[in-house]
């Protein structure tokens, strides 16, 4: 039963430190999402990848926040400095996209908590 | 800007019942529709999507239609249980200059026994 994988499932962290999150996404899906959960927001995308070319990271503060696919099994998202407001989970998606349109399966979140 | 709006508020009914949920959309053309549904501590969970060109789509006991020039879908499930007691979230993509899905903030059902 393919599925998304991601860690760490909790991260708690003080403000100032570096945070790594990672996505497994499934075999042979050619689009990979970063999205981030908060009650007042809702679910934002951050940023994503087609055949590990990044598309659009539009949704992302540049300053802090990098997104890479270093290879077709792992993204990784990064927040250096992280800070209070980054407090939120932040979901990994992939699909199969074709023309446009396709699916998302979304893999169980990472809740990070910034002190 | 576009925006998409979903019931805030709670959507409670009686088991057996049918859920009609509603995502209203402004500002937006978008090519297709997806609902998803998520569960507390989990990610979305996909259900269906729907095309602009499609007025009507079913999958056992969920109907979707898409009302282009309202600009919105309904979601129903029939003879609900409670175990479809969950949060639905309507998503839009694809139109012009899109190519990711913009979701909705999400409706929550409550299905009492």
């Known amino acids: 039963d393919a599925r998304v994988t991601q860690t760490p499932r909790h991260k708690v962290t003080e403000m100032g430190q570096e945070v790594t999150m990672r996505c497994q996404p499934i075999?042979?899906?050619?689009?990979v999402f970063w999205y981030r959960q908060t009650m007042m927001q809702g679910l934002e995308l951050l940023a994503y990848?087609?055949?590990?070319?990044?598309?659009?990271d539009s949704g992302m503060p540049k300053d802090r926040f990098s997104a890479e696919m270093p290879d077709a099994t792992l993204a990784t998202l990064k927040i250096q400095p992280s800070e209070p407001r980054d407090s939120a989970v932040y979901f990994c998606?992939?699909?199969?996209?074709?023309?446009?349109?396709?699916?998302?399966?979304f893999g169980p979140g990472t809740r990070l908590t910034v002190l | 800007s576009q925006k998409i709006e979903q019931n805030s508020e709670a959507l409670n009914i009686q088991e057996g019942k049918t859920a009609t949920l509603t995502c209203n959309y402004t500002?937006?053309?978008?090519?297709?529709l997806q609902w998803y549904r998520q569960d507390p501590g989990r990610g979305p969970v996909f259900l269906l999507l729907?095309?602009?060109?499609?007025k009507e789509k079913r999958k056992e006991r969920l109907k979707v239609t898409f009302d282009t020039t309202l600009k919105q879908s309904l979601f129903h499930i029939t003879a609900s249980q409670p175990a479809d007691s969950a949060t639905y979230l309507c998503?839009?993509?694809?139109?012009?200059?899109?190519?990711?899905?913009?979701f909705g903030s999400g409706t929550r059902l409550q299905v009492q026994p």
């Open positions: 729907i095309r602009e060109n499609e």
């Open positions: 998503a839009l993509g694809g139109g012009t200059g899109r190519r990711a899905l913009t």
């Open positions: 998606a992939s699909g199969l996209v074709v023309g446009g349109q396709g699916e998302q399966f």
């Open positions: 500002n937006y053309s978008p090519a297709y």
């Open positions: 075999l042979g899906h050619n689009t």
């Open positions: 990848f087609r055949n590990r070319a990044p598309l659009d």
